[in-house]
């Protein structure tokens, strides 16, 4: 029996703090382990040669098979090799490698305890201690002996703390050193280029080229040599084109992904160093000069700060200040802690009081190198994109299946008809055979791509960029677009509309101009609550606060080298990371207002909502903290005493109109408490409310239209945010997603608590805004019946409350709610899976910051950016607005609907030859050499490259195209056309031996020698004409697609396939004739009529097609009676339209209630 380790990362590394056990489910692998057995080998071998290297492709194609055969099972922990089955249950065979490592270097890993220590990385010690690894997609899983199981190495630093972090300031000695980078490995993104004999192997013992091989020898034989010779010459160009392009690639990736750069890091001496960056572990102490550097690892900041242009990864054009990481006793993560990270790959502009007196570069420390660090996850995408689990691809796999069982068939058919003739085994076997090779067209997979490949390059040619290209035909089935609001939805940049300030009497009047506020409290918090910098003299930061900073006319001044010692004096001597200094002149009523000194920054977090800064006055002889953030945020983490009563019904009403509100809040901070070292936690507590700061923040212009647009075409479109919710909706209403008649019912979960049970309740927008007991009554009572819609709004803390304790009611608010606010990033994430759960496609389109995750998650993300490529999603696009998103939905359904015409175009012509073979080798002829070449390559090859041609239609239809190859339309069409294919042919082929001049074959000779000759000549011809008129007949247009007549060079094509096949029927002439082989008819009324029984043949076909695409098969459906959508969202949707007591308006309920309403 296998024994199976499970790998999960456990442990730690050179760390005294408890290891998280948490793993992140991408790196989840089932692994068997198996153990070389010399016989086996050698048995193997043996075969191998034997079978003439059959079996070595037979294990290529199935390393499974190659593993039992050479290998038995045993424990992972003594395995030399490894059979993985990864998340998506694909198998790979990886070889276990082992690395000699130091001597007593377990010991300078880390301070742990013993046990901890010899439990971290199993070495086995026999006469030299090594280490047992692995290398899978870039990544290095090491063997951990108390967990059983291989773990990626990077699991060793996964526990780390703050406080763990900042200890390694003090740098690594060079023996550690050395461990470490035995244990991680280099610090190199390396991306594979193979050599061109590699990939001429690997692309040769591909299905599709053994397959051709297989064909080119039988035709061989087969004396069919001008074909087999094309063929051979065209798989050899083909062969030749994809190994330079495959290997241009990996180039360019290399080029893109490699970074080896000098880097200056600290040893535990105090002396800095310059080395490789190649050299660079996890616990490294990095330090980063002025200039900064482009970035050749993943970094925890600890010293100063750095300007970053995190453009590669997220999509944001706008620099990112990063800021150091506080000490303390949480657990470090780079997604959590992103303001105090640097990643790989990101170009650091700027790095800012790191040395002595402030002055100098930064001080980092390495987390993650290689693989393992954010522009590594991005190349390991690209390298190794994950499967697409889209019906389409299914089925085309399946269909072949059904081509193969067709083919079987003929096989047998012609095995019993030529048997009965008594001709050679040789000629039964290879006749036999070759009907395998027409029936299943081996180009069948690479044709169905081609609507694919046009529909990237329109795209790209439009400014949206694809990392993963089968993913466009996933487009076509998109069903629900989530949008992120800020940036996304409305514009970038927000217009302070006003502030109101907070006293003990209540709010002030409205402000409309910060610059007019008294000095004060308020004041200086908008002056000095943000992370704006400056780089080269212009301020640089979030629109947001620089409207903020720009509003109140200070003036923001950053320390020079120089003079940073100069600086520091003035305001106590505590270390400045910027001055904001009022304007010059203020009225005197008003008095002066000083200068002041930021000292401590904490930045904004999405998943805190909200930001703070410490600063002190001139003299150091005070210190303030002030806090922004989103109201309900900042008024839970102040006394209660100074928020002002009207405080909720000043922000719903501000929220209500649009607004984007921000709360501010300060506290005083003892100046000798060390300001520069508080933690966050000490700052953000028991703070004063200051007031309330109003921006305006415009819907882009394109953005109703484009809603308006998804909603005609029946796609969902849902608004994921991390603003106030009341302001969600109203911009939900600004744009289209809520109707001007339609309702916003609030959904509102609490948690469980000391004090209070669970609860859940649904209230109309009228009761939330005037607190009145009913006010909805007859609206809930008609609430479907009226034909009245509704669309939820639901705030991120009660979404997490849903699906903690109300799970049963998630789908059915999932399927209502249009507006989701005050969600963090990780809540987007789940909410994209949530949906999915439901069986919706689901596209998200966001700025690529906070919606990473969702735009991985989403089957489509689209992610607004200059970039051209970035981790955030498969597609970026330049456009500042989402009307990108209906083009690629429109391009999806266009290259979904052509995948799906070249697909039915290739199994029909592949099907026409198949009949004709089986007619002609019926009385003892075939098709000519010349007549495969002429179709194959001069009618089909033409019109299937020129048919994926014509772009989408400009218009969204409601109706989606389908997915399904093995549908009733799409397969009762093949069978009607395959019906009508023969019918025509055979009817071809009794018109010709009905006629007073026909002669029969001569019986003692068989195949191709016996041309030319009459059979065979009218069967090419109806043939011929059969390819063209597919073409015509499954080349959809209307209503994914441009009308047939702007595909011009397809209808070029068509007209001149059509015209050669006209003369080759009529009068081809002694040259042509003698060249394909054709007999000479001299009855012209006989070779009208084959061209008459080609046209009946081609309405026929077109009429069934037509009445295919108007549903006259969906009659056969009623004959297995009515059954429910497979799809979980559609089977909801009748059953709430159904009920008259959802939602349950009014009503508090607990997690033991239940409406009337379930759905499996």
């Not at 999509?315 to 200040?321: A, D, I, K, Q, R």
């Amino acid at each position: 029996m296998d024994i199976i380790g499970t790998v999960e990362p456990h442990g730690g590394f050179s760390s005294p703090s408890p290891r998280c056990p948490g793993l992140s489910l991408d790196s989840h692998m089932d692994a068997q382990g198996y153990k070389w057995v010399r016989w086996r080998v050698w048995s193997c071998r043996l075969a191998a040669l034997l079978s003439l290297g059959l079996l070595l492709v037979l294990f290529r194609w199935r390393p499974r098979v190659a593993v039992l055969a050479r290998c038995t099972s045993c424990p992972v922990a003594s395995a030399d090799v490894l059979l993985i089955r990864d998340s998506c249950g694909q198998q790979h065979v990886v070889e276990v490698l082992t690395e000699e490592v130091e001597e007593g270097s377990l010991d300078l890993l880390g301070k742990l305890d013993e046990s901890e220590c010899r439990d971290t990385v199993q070495l086995y010690k026999e006469e030299k201690t090594l280490l047992r690894f692995y290398l899978f997609e870039g990544l290095r899983y090491i063997w951990l002996d108390r967990k059983g199981a291989f773990c990626r190495v990077s699991v060793l630093n996964e526990g780390w703390t703050y406080r763990d972090l900042h200890r390694f300031q003090k740098g690594l000695d060079p023996v550690e050193q050395s461990s470490r980078r035995h244990m991680f490995g280099s610090n190199l993104i390396d991306v594979p280029v193979k050599s061109y004999m590699k990939l001429l192997l690997e692309e040769v013992l591909n299905p599709f080229y053994v397959f051709q091989v297989f064909s080119i020898t039988l035709w061989m034989i087969d004396e069919y040599y001008y074909y087999a010779l094309c063929i051979f010459v065209i798989s050899i160009i083909s062969i030749s084109v994809s190994l330079y392009e495959t290997r241009r690639q990996s180039i360019t990736l290399r080029n893109m992904a490699r970074l080896v750069t000098k880097v200056t890091i600290r040893r535990d001496s105090g002396v800095e160093e310059s080395v490789s960056s190649e050299e660079l572990v996890p616990g490294d102490c990095l330090i980063i000069p002025p200039e900064g550097l482009l970035m050749p690892c993943d970094a925890a900041l600890l010293v100063g700060e750095c300007l970053v242009n995190e453009s590669m990864l997220t999509g944001e054009s706008v620099p990112v200040l990063k800021t150091p990481l506080p000490s303390g006793d949480m657990t470090y993560s780079s997604d959590s802690e992103r303001r105090h990270t640097l990643f790989c790959g990101t170009q650091l502009i700027q790095a800012k009081g790191g040395g002595l007196g402030g002055s100098g570069g930064a001080v980092a420390v390495v987390t993650n190198t290689g693989f393992f660090t954010a522009k590594g996850h991005l190349v390991s995408s690209i390298l190794y994109p994950q499967p697409i689990d889209f019906r389409f691809y299914r089925d085309s796999a399946k269909f072949l299946l059904i081509l193969g069982f067709i083919a079987s068939i003929g096989t047998i058919y012609i095995f019993v008809v030529l048997y009965r003739t008594r001709v050679t085994w040789l000629q039964l076997i290879v006749r036999s055979l070759d009907v395998v090779t027409i029936a299943v067209p081996p180009a069948l997979p690479a044709a169905i791509t081609t609507g694919t490949i046009y529909a990237q390059s329109r795209l790209k040619s439009r400014g949206i960029f694809c990392i993963s290209p089968p993913r466009i035909n996933v487009c076509g089935k998109v069903s629900l677009f989530c949008f992120d609001k800020t940036g996304t939805l409305t514009e970038e940049g927000l217009d302070v509309w006003g502030v109101m300030e907070a006293g003990p009497a209540g709010f002030s009047d409205l402000v409309p101009d910060p610059g007019l506020l008294a000095p004060g409290s308020l004041q200086s918090g908008l002056a000095c609550c943000h992370t704006v910098t400056l780089l080269d003299g212009q301020a640089l930061g979030d629109p947001l606060e620089l409207k903020m900073v720009e509003s109140v006319g200070w003036t923001l001044q950053e320390p020079e080298a120089a003079a940073a010692d100069t600086l520091d004096a003035q305001f106590g001597g505590c270390r400045v990371l910027a001055v904001m200094r009022p304007p010059p002149q203020r009225p005197q009523a008003w008095g002066a207002s000083e200068p002041v000194a930021i000292v401590q920054r904490f930045p904004f977090s999405s998943a805190l909502q909200r930001m703070s800064v410490v600063t002190v006055a001139p003299g150091g002889r005070s210190a303030l903290a002030f806090m922004k953030g989103s109201p309900e945020m900042v008024a839970s983490l102040c006394r209660a005493e100074t928020v002002p009563a009207q405080f909720a019904s000043k922000l719903h009403g501000f929220s209500s109109e649009g607004l984007r509100v921000l709360a501010l809040a300060c506290k005083s901070v003892q100046v000798n408490s060390g300001v520069q070292h508080i933690e966050r936690t000490e700052v953000e507590r028991d703070m004063q409310f200051l007031g309330l700061m109003m921006m305006k923040n415009l819907v882009k212009a394109e953005s109703p239209k484009v809603i308006n647009t998804l909603r005609l075409a029946q796609i969902r479109s849902v608004m994921v945010t991390g603003d106030n919710v009341l302001t969600a909706v109203n911009v939900a209403k600004s744009c289209g997603m809520v109707g001007a008649d339609e309702k916003v019912i609030f959904v509102t979960a609490n948690p469980n608590s000391a004090q209070s049970a669970p609860t859940l309740k649904f209230s109309l927008e009228e009761q939330v805004a005037a607190a009145a007991p009913h006010p909805a009554d007859g609206f809930s009572q008609n609430l479907y019946q009226g034909g009245s819609t509704h669309h939820f709004a639901i705030n991120g803390k009660s979404f997490a409350a849903l699906c903690d304790y109300f799970p049963e009611y998630l789908p059915k608010v999932l399927m209502q709610a249009t507006v989701f606010a005050r969600m963090a990033p990780d809540q987007k994430t789940q909410l994209v899976k949530e949906l999915q759960k439901l069986n919706y496609r689901v596209g998200m389109c966001g700025d690529g910051a906070n919606d990473c995750g969702a735009l991985r998650a989403a089957d489509v993300g689209v992610s607004l950016s200059e970039a051209e490529a970035s981790v955030a999603s498969p597609f970026t696009s330049k456009t500042e607005n989402i009307s990108c998103v209906p083009l690629l939905i429109r391009e999806g359904r266009c290259s979904l609907v052509t995948s799906f015409s070249l697909f039915r175009y290739m199994a029909l012509y592949s099907l026409i030859q198949f009949c004709s073979v089986l007619l002609l080798n019926t009385v003892k002829t075939n098709v000519g050499d010349l007549q495969f070449l002429f179709c194959d390559l001069f009618l089909v090859t033409l019109l299937a490259i020129v048919m994926g041609r014509g772009g989408p239609s400009e218009e969204l239809h409601p109706c989606r195209p389908p997915a399904s190859l093995l549908a009733l339309p799409v397969f009762g069409s093949l069978f009607i056309h395959v019906c009508m294919v023969t019918l025509g042919q055979l009817a071809a082929f009794f018109i010709t031996t009905s006629q007073d001049w026909y002669v029969p074959l001569n019986s003692t000779v068989f195949g191709t020698a016996n041309l030319p000759n009459m059979e065979n000549t009218c069967v090419f011809t109806l043939s011929g004409f059969q390819y063209i008129i597919m073409a015509a007949v499954v080349t959809k247009a209307y209503p994914h697609k441009k009308p047939l007549y702007h595909n011009k060079i397809f209808l070029l094509v068509l007209l001149l396939h059509f015209a050669v096949m006209l003369w080759l029927a009529l009068e081809p002439g002694p040259v042509f004739a003698r060249l394909l082989q054709l007999y000479d008819f001299t009855d012209l009324n006989f070779k009208m009529l084959l061209v008459a029984v080609a046209a009946l043949n081609f309405l026929v076909c077109f009429v069934a097609e037509m009445l295919v695409d108007l549903g006259i098969l969906n009659c056969l459906r009623c004959l297995r009676g009515t059954r429910q959508s497979k799809k979980r969202y559609k089977r909801l949707k009748v059953l709430l339209s159904d009920s008259s007591s959802w939602p349950p308006l009014n009503q508090t309920l607990s997690p033991t209630d239940h409406t009337a309403i379930s759905c499996s």
